[in-house]
């Protein structure tokens, strides 16, 4: 029970970041394509910030040198490849429908939930495997 909350409050501490970045990115650049710079930024910074959280302390990974670690960025990156097509999906989806920054924001939180229990369920079989 322990992990689960403490993978629930590192899915909250990331999606915080995701979304703060996103806010910040759209302040940043107000242009034709704001959303889209918004969503990269935000998954960009949420992507960084899950990993460490996530590394460290839920899968109690240690890397011995900067290479190795890459290495594990890299495949853990690409198995947030689906997940964050949930994510983008479920942010757009509610961006369309009620045209509405705050109901966008919402989305995404919704998103993410839904693709950090995915993750995890990927990365301990696939990233993680064997570590914690």
Excluded: H, P
């Excluded at 759209?26 to 034709?32: D, K, N, S, T």
């Excluded at 190795?68 to 853990?76: E, R, T």
């Excluded at 757009?92 to 693709?115: E, N, Q």
Aim: charged fraction near 15%; include cysteine.
């Amino acid at each position: 029970m322990a992990l689960v909350i403490r993978y629930s409050i590192f899915a909250a501490i990331a999606t915080l970041a995701n979304i703060l970045s996103q806010s910040v990115a759209a302040g940043i650049y107000r242009g034709r394509y704001e959303l889209y710079f918004s969503m990269l930024a935000g998954t960009l910074i949420g992507l960084i910030v899950k990993y460490v959280l996530d590394k460290k302390y839920i899968f109690y990974y240690t890397t011995g040198n900067l290479v190795a670690d890459g290495q594990k960025f890299i495949l853990y990156s690409l198995m947030g490849v689906l997940t964050t097509f949930v994510f983008w999906g479920t942010e757009l989806s509610f961006d369309f429908i009620f045209a509405s920054k705050s109901m966008r924001y919402t989305g995404a939180a919704i998103g993410l939930c839904v693709g950090y229990w995915l993750k995890y369920q990927l990365d301990k079989r696939f990233v993680f495997a064997g570590v914690s």
